[in-house]
């Protein structure tokens, strides 16, 4: 019940359209690409979903490599 009325079972949903739409933005694709593959009418919308990544995260995450198991 307490998370139907604070809507948390639609948080995994957007946030991964957040995270989607803000990796996006930061490897630089272009806005109207973002916008359709979200389906929003609006690019307003799209940059709504949209959050600043500082560049020092950004360095980081591409310093991770995964590496496939040994089968």
């Keep these: 019940m307490l998370a139907y009325k604070s809507s948390l079972t639609n948080s995994p949903f957007h946030f991964i359209r957040h995270t989607y739409s803000t990796l996006q933005f930061a490897a630089n694709s272009n806005p109207y690409a973002v916008q359709q ?19 020092a995260l950004l ?13």
């Design 59 to 71: 360095e980081t995450l591409g310093k991770i490599t995964i590496k496939p198991k040994d089968v």
């Design 37 to 55: 593959s979200m389906c929003h009418k609006d690019i307003g919308t799209t940059m709504r979903y949209t959050h600043e990544v500082p560049t």
